[in-house]
């Protein structure tokens, strides 16, 4: 297999945690979203709405793409260990609290978003970073809302075994403290759960600034 992604994202993140929780390894290719390498027209091949992550299988297939249909396919395809609980309901929570952070969060601070707003927008640096922390707590503060109220909350987002809430939580709070300064103070759930997560090897290994410029 083979990994298109950045050591900045925080989509790539949440696929290479996945993978290592299934034991799955896959060949890393780097595309510098900072240089514009998401545009080129190699990548465009790959994946035509030039964003990363992209999965090419080893079945000589279509690529995957999008970082949430890429986990679902992993937990479908590789069931063990699951990062879905078994019951319809509790499978629709861990979706819908990724969701929050995979979906309404995280897309609006990525470097597309952040490049319209300065380029086509003149948003000047101090503002943009402005915008760049509102998104990505208020993100937070919406899985906190659920999870503090929630007795389905346990060690982890959904009871004490990982799920894919687990990992998008994580690529959420890793964009706020290790890219936009944010005061996660008003969110002690999500950051308690985020700190049990980071002590597993998997969350560990896959953080972006253990990855650097590789």
């Known amino acids: 297999m ?40 190699e990548y465009k091949a790959v994946n035509p709405q030039g964003v990363v992550p992209a999965l090419i ?25 699951p990062l879905l609980p078994r019951d319809p309901r509790g499978r629709a929570r861990v979706r819908g609290l990724a969701l929050i ?10 470097p597309r978003i952040r490049i319209y707003l300065e380029k086509e927008l003149k948003v000047e640096e101090a503002r943009r970073n402005l915008w760049l922390a509102h998104w990505t707590l208020t993100a937070l503060e919406a899985i906190e809302g659920h999870l503090a109220k929630d007795k389905e909350t346990g060690r982890y987002c959904h009871g004490d075994s990982l799920t894919l809430a687990d990992i998008c939580l994580a ?12 005061d996660t103070s008003g969110v002690p759930t999500v950051m308690r759960v985020y700190n049990e997560c980071m002590k597993e090897k998997a969350f560990a290994d896959a953080h972006p600034l253990k990855h650097g410029q590789h």
Not at 18 to 38: C, V
Not at 171 to 182: D, E, K, M, P, R
Request: glycine letters at 6%.
């Open 171 to 182: 690529s959420q709070v890793i964009g706020a403290l290790a890219y936009f300064n944010c």
């Open 101 to 110: 952070a995979a979906a309404d969060g995280h897309p609006l601070i990525t």
């Open 57 to 81: 299988l080893d079945d000589d297939g279509p690529p995957l793409f999008q970082s949430l249909a890429i986990l679902e396919y992993l937990e479908e395809t590789r069931p063990q260990p």
């Open 2 to 41: 083979k990994l298109y992604g950045f050591w900045r994202s925080l989509a790539t993140y949440r696929v290479r945690v996945a993978m290592a929780l299934k034991g799955l390894h896959a060949e890393e290719i780097s595309i510098d979203l900072l240089k514009g390498k998401q545009h080129t027209d």
